[in-house]
Nanobody, 125 residues
Framework: QVQLVESGGGLVQTGGSLRLSCTAS????????MGWFRQAPEKEREFVAA????????WYADSVKGRFPISRDNAKNTVYLQMNSLKPEDTAVYYC??????????????????WGQGTQVTVSS
């Protein structure tokens, strides 16, 4: 069982930045595809960004493209989401997710095997 622990959320003003981190337990982190999702109040959980296990290929939702680069440090078992130029509509609980196996990036909720507990991001206007 893989445990994912997110950190880095908080309250920030419009235009500000935050960096989310997600650290995984275990030894196989480099073989996991990783993703970030978010869920705003009364809305469904949605894809934000993903990074593949091999080559670190990335993919983004249109709403965050160019603002939220995703990266990973396999030596630290950690994936990051750098959130820049934040907007009030980015307010949500952010979750990281891990998928065993596969060499691509993945954007679907059902494609991931493990989930973190989430971290709150609030952007004030």
């Amino acid at each position: 069982q893989v445990q994912l622990v997110e950190s880095g959320g908080g309250l920030v003003q419009t235009g500000g930045s935050l960096r989310l981190s997600c650290t995984a337990s275990g030894r196989a982190f480099s073989s996991y595809a990783m993703g970030w999702f978010r869920q705003a109040p009364e809305k469904e959980r949605e894809f934000v960004a993903a990074i593949s296990s091999s080559w670190g290929v990335t993919w983004y939702a249109d709403s965050v493209k160019g603002r939220f680069p995703i990266s990973r440090d396999n030596a630290k078992n950690t994936v990051y989401l750098q959130m820049n130029s934040l907007k009030p509509e980015d307010t949500a609980v952010y979750y990281c997710a891990a998928r065993r196996g596969g060499r691509n990036y993945y954007t679907g909720l059902g494609e991931y095997d493990y989930w973190g507990q989430g971290t709150q991001v609030t952007v004030s206007s």
